[in-house]
């Protein structure tokens, strides 16, 4: 019994330790692969809105005028909402969400 608690918390010592490491990098491709997955139907695989999104209202990802709404209004409207646009909140963790807003910088 002892044995078994002392490699269950060295196993996870050690996946939490590989988890930080990988994290910084994994990030960015997590984020491109949940953005494939759950937004890309609306905002198209580039970001500029599929024929769907912009029937809904969505707008091009690399305007300026999405461009220019800073990170706490891109993750307000991701988190609660905003018209037609599902919110994730609860679907999606927040570090999640901190990585599409990256990914969405990266589509200017
Ligand atoms: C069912 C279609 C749909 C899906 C799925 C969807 N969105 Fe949206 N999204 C919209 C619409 C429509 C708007 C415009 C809302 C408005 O301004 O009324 C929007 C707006 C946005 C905006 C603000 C900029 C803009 O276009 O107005 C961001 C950022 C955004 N969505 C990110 C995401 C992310 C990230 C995901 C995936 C986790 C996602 N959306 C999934 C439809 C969708």
């Given at each position: 019994?002892?044995?078994?608690?002392?490699?269950?918390?060295?196993?996870?010592?050690?996946?939490?330790?590989?988890?930080?490491?990988?994290?910084?990098?994994?990030?960015?491709?997590?984020?491109?692969?949940?953005?494939?997955?759950?937004?890309?139907?609306?905002?198209?695989?580039?970001?500029?809105?599929?024929?769907?999104?912009?029937?809904?209202?969505?707008?091009?990802?690399?305007?300026?005028?999405?461009?220019?709404?800073?990170?706490?209004q891109?993750?307000?409207?991701?988190?609660?909402?905003?018209?037609?646009?599902?919110?994730?909140?609860?679907?999606?963790?927040?570090?999640?969400?901190?990585?599409?807003?990256?990914?969405?910088?990266?589509?200017k």
């Open positions: 019994m002892k044995h078994l608690s002392v490699r269950v918390v060295l196993v996870s010592l050690l996946a939490s330790g590989v988890i930080a490491i990988c994290s910084s990098t994994a990030m960015a491709q997590d984020a491109a692969a949940t953005y494939k997955a759950k937004c890309a139907m609306c905002h198209g695989p580039d970001g500029k809105g599929s024929t769907m999104g912009v029937k809904m209202g969505a707008h091009d990802f690399t305007s300026a005028d999405v461009q220019k709404q800073s990170d706490a891109l993750t307000a409207i991701i988190t609660n909402g905003k018209g037609k646009m599902p919110a994730y909140s609860g679907k999606l963790k927040d570090s999640d969400i901190a990585g599409l807003v990256a990914y969405i910088r990266t589509l």
